[in-house]
């Protein structure tokens, strides 16, 4: 069987308006993107991983960070960031994609792996998985896998600027003609209430915090040590839990 590449783009931008700069702010020793970068490198399965940003000069220090860590870069219009993976896969290849957004850095190389390994053993198979369809893992988590093939797809038909912003609506809006699957877990524990990702000050708190602790004893500290710490320090959950998901 020929080899599938896989590549994992990461999309990133100076651009906040609740918290802005945060993929750059330093996290136990790295930028937050570091971190991001890392980790999607760390999982077993990712062929090559690109940061897709904007062509604005204030992005010229993600452009700088990305590169310092030997990942791909790929530039595009700030707002169509469908257009932006395409052009990234356009650049790079691949024939599986990931998603990944850059205000995620707890994200567990090992449970991206197994989710790799889903999509590539799916039957029939798969043009699209991920584990936000059915939310059952914390926000921070968050991954999506896909067809390049189909996302070109998307890029090439989409037109409302929802789909065009938020890269896989158009995936999962037609079902009739993409086949889904979804990731999901048992969560008992309710973890999939948790708020594990970057967008406020509140969630920085939450993520020092986290760091302060796991990273020291191990920088790729898994999903598992997250939540046995925050089981023993549900306090820690209290800082952030009144901040609400923007709509994505």
Sequence with gaps: MPHVRTLAVIQAR???????????????????????????RAAPGIDGVVVATTSAAEDDPIVA?????????????????????????????????????????CLDPTLLATALDAFRSADPPADYLSNTLTRSFPRGYDFEIFGVRALLEAAAE?????????????LYRHPERFRLREFRREDPAGTAGWRLTLDTAEDWRVLEYLFARLAPVNPLFSLGDVERLLTAEPHVLTWNQGVRQKEV
């Design 14 to 40: 100076m651009g906040s308006t609740r918290l802005p700069g945060k993929v750059l702010k330093r996290l136990a020793g790295d930028t937050v993107l570091g971190h991001v970068i890392g980790r999607v």
């Design 65 to 105: 960070v990305a590169e310092e860590r030997g990942a791909g870069v790929s530039r595009g219009p700030a707002e169509d960031v469908l257009a932006r993976y395409a052009m990234a896969f356009g650049q790079h290849g691949g024939d599986i994609g990931v998603r990944v957004t850059a205000d995620c850095p």
């Design 158 to 170: 989409a037109q409302d600027a929802y789909c065009r912003e938020h890269v896989t609506p158009f």
